[in-house]
């Protein structure tokens, strides 16, 4: 029983495209996100791919039968795009669906929590996890992930759920605030988040980044790494994100205070020179540090690229120029660290700026020879685009900077030609198809991808829903 599922939002009227196409996009939206809600799930919950006969089911690794994924694009992704599908539409038949797959996720949310990857359904597999929902036991894993917008995807999806039930379901409700609270507990004292947390992070002395005396060439043993302030994998912009998202649902100006100490960690994790950017990983003294054992501690041309891109984000929300400063000073020197072919390698050696990779058998080298090939030990270059969106929000006079903001919170319509391109692509049974594998099973293809799922029922949503603008 959903009692407060039965919301209906208003029909959000446009004159953007034909009725005939209206009414076929409204069509099969519903036809997709039925065939989701009523075929594809799982107990509510959903993984990444799917067999078309949807048998075989997997994530990052198999799912098995009985089990649901967290990390995007799983469960609190699709629920994201029923939500979307229902403000949209006003038709209760999404936001339910959205309601099912934030229950469950209250399954899967941790005692610590947050979430990790997946979520186990069966009972059996339950047992070794400490799940709010079961009772307590000894040797339970309760390290909530902040990685891979795992938790912050699934905080996102319960609060955004509360605000379309106007606050009135209880359980929803307190999951979310209490993984906003246990959130706010692992934010280490210079503002960073770590990887994973287990219970709150210890109170520290605050200090600027700086680089080590000197710093081991073999990854050391028992290093708890993702306790420590971290950059990688998006975790602090998607941390920020979703807390700043939370002050708006909720009016805590808490959450937001902690977003901004978020962002003001960012300002002294950047390193002075001759390397004025930013490490991947961090030890609790600001010191860049080891990772898994293919990441070193050094400089990084990935997370420094993401960091910059988030001061920008920051700027936009708070129109506060300290987070515009460190720009210049980093883009000039990730811009004299690019490689010969454009790109800006991973890892920069500290001090010496060479570039730094690893062999297959995991040793550390200059020589780019012999990469891993899991893992990208080079990334492209956003240096041009980040100086651009950089130079074009100095100029912009604080009114045009709210309005900008205004604009960033609605996303524009798809033209006709791409929603009819969707609505060609859908199936009588309310499938779209992928042309990728699974992972698991290479020969299984083509298959039923949540991506594509939420991609295109994204487009129809945004067609819908298009308000006509002056």
């Known amino acids: 029983m959903l009692p407060s599922c039965g919301l209906v939002l208003a029909f959000l009227a446009t004159d953007e495209g034909s009725p005939d196409l209206r009414d076929e996009a409204s069509r099969a939206l519903r ?48 629920g994201l795009a029923f939500l979307e599908a229902h403000e949209a539409t006003g038709d209760r038949f999404f936001l339910e669906a959205a309601c099912e797959a934030a229950r469950c996720l209250l399954r899967g949310q941790l005692r610590s929590g947050g979430w990790t990857y997946r979520i186990e359904l069966d009972p059996e597999a339950r047992v070794g996890h400490a799940y709010r929902s079961e009772p307590e036991g000894k040797k339970r894993r309760n390290v909530s992930t ?126 002075p020179e001759p390397q ?11 010191q860049p540090t080891w990772a898994r054992k293919f990441e070193p501690p050094a400089i990084s041309g990935g997370e420094g690229q993401g960091a910059m891109q988030a001061l920008l984000e920051l700027y936009r929300a708070t129109a506060d120029r300290k987070y515009l400063d460190p720009l210049p000073r980093a883009l000039a020197y990730y811009r004299r660290s690019l490689l010969p072919d454009g790109r800006l390698a991973r890892f920069y050696e500290l001090q010496t700026n060479r570039p730094l ?42 009114d045009e900077l709210a309005a900008e903001r205004l604009r960033a919170e609605r996303r524009s319509a798809p033209g006709e030609e791409e929603v009819r391109r969707v609505i060609a692509g859908l199936d009588g049974k309310g499938r779209w198809f992928d042309a990728g594998a699974l992972r698991s099973a290479p020969e299984v293809s083509p298959i039923v991808a949540s991506e594509t799922f939420i991609r295109n029922t994204g487009i129809l949503a945004r067609f819908l829903g298009a308000r006509t603008r002056p």
């Open 357 to 398: 990779y690893f062999t297959r058998d995991y040793r550390l080298t200059h020589d780019d020879g012999d990469l891993p090939r899991h893992y990208a030990f080079k990334v492209s270059s956003k240096l041009d685009g980040i100086e651009r969106e950089h130079a074009r929000l100095l100029a912009l006079k604080p």
């Open 31 to 78: 036809r997709a996100c039925e065939f989701f809600r009523n075929q594809v799930a799982v107990e509510g919950g959903y993984v990444w791919r799917y067999s078309l006969d949807l048998s075989r089911r997997e994530g990052e690794g198999d799912a098995g039968r009985r089990a649901a994924w967290v990390q995007p694009p799983g469960t609190p992704a699709v």
């Open 146 to 271: 902040l990685d891979d917008d795992t938790t912050q995807c699934a905080l996102r999806l319960l609060l955004k759920v509360d605000r379309a039930l106007r606050f009135e379901d209880a359980a929803i409700h307190e999951a979310a605030l209490h993984a906003l609270e246990r959130l706010l507990a692992a934010q280490h004292s210079n503002g960073g988040f770590p990887q994973g947390f287990d219970g709150p992070a210890e109170p520290r002395p605050v200090r600027r980044a700086s680089y080590p005396a000197s710093w081991p060439r073999t990854h050391p043993p028992q290093h708890r790494y993702w306790l420590l302030p971290t950059l990688n994998d998006g975790v602090l912009e998607n941390t920020i994100d979703v807390l700043l998202e939370a002050s708006r649902v909720y009016e805590d100006p808490r959450y937001r205070e902690a977003a901004l100490r978020a962002g003001d960690m960012l300002l002294i994790a950047q390193m």
């Open 276 to 286: 004025p950017g930013w490490a991947q990983q961090y030890d609790l003294d600001m």
